[in-house]
Structures are given as C-alpha cells and as structure tokens.
C-alpha cells in the first residue's frame, strides 16, 4: 500500500494507519467540513476498510479523475464526540499539519480521557 503514495508525508501516514491497524492506538480525529472531533480507541488487529464516495459537487473535478473517493478507514472500539468547549488543553498541544501524526505532547492524558471515560 505504501508504494502508491509518492510524498514521504503520504508514506509516513499510511504507516502510522498500518500501525494503528495492527498494533491498535488512541485516535483524535477532527472532520473540518462537518465541525466535528471525536476520539477513540482502534483495537489491535483492526482491518483497515476501503469505502467509495462521491465527490462533492464541484467545479473543478480534477482532484476527482475517476469520480469518486477512496477512503481508507478504521473503525473504532470505543468512541465519543468532543464538543468545542471540552478538552481545551488537548486541543492546544494537537499537532496542525499532516493528515495522520503522532502526538507525541499529549503525555498520556488522551489515553486516561478515553479508558476513564472523563468526559
């Protein structure tokens, strides 16, 4: 899956979703579109699922030469919708480039947040 990918970001985030697909992992998503973040836990051994999507409704399809999208998606285990005004603290020290990092600053406190159920 790797090979496809011809930037080293593209390659360092299909990694990291192997890893969390095999190992399992703490997940911050945030869907700038719809205004949504929700967290999680992906268990270990998680197959990574490919859903098809129609673009939307554009101008300009170049980004879409095939006329759909390919996501490649994990589901999680546990999950919650964080609302703006929670977890302030987490939302200041998430990383702000690449479509899937490692958040090495958040010391633990996702992992307590999600397996304590603070919320």
């Known amino acids: 899956m790797k090979k496809n990918y011809d930037t080293s970001q593209g390659r360092t985030a299909i990694r990291y979703l192997l890893d969390i697909s095999k190992n399992g992992g703490y997940v911050?998503?945030?869907?700038?579109?719809?205004?949504?973040?929700?967290?999680?836990f992906v268990?270990?051994?998680?197959?990574?699922?490919?859903?098809?999507?129609?673009?939307?409704?554009?101008?300009?399809?170049?980004?879409?030469?095939?006329?759909?999208?390919?996501?490649?998606?994990?589901?999680?285990?546990?999950?919650?919708?964080?609302?703006?005004?929670?977890?302030?603290?987490?939302?200041a020290r998430r990383s702000r480039q690449g479509t899937f990092v490692r958040w090495r600053n958040c010391f633990g406190k996702l992992t307590k947040v999600i397996d304590q159920g603070i919320l």
């Open 43 to 91: 268990k270990p051994n998680t197959e990574i699922e490919i859903i098809s999507l129609d673009p939307i409704k554009s101008k300009d399809t170049s980004n879409f030469p095939h006329g759909k999208l390919f996501l490649k998606t994990l589901k999680f285990s546990k999950c919650e919708e964080i609302k703006p005004s929670e977890l302030l603290m987490l939302k």
């Open 28 to 40: 911050w998503a945030e869907y700038s579109l719809i205004k949504k973040t929700m967290i999680g």
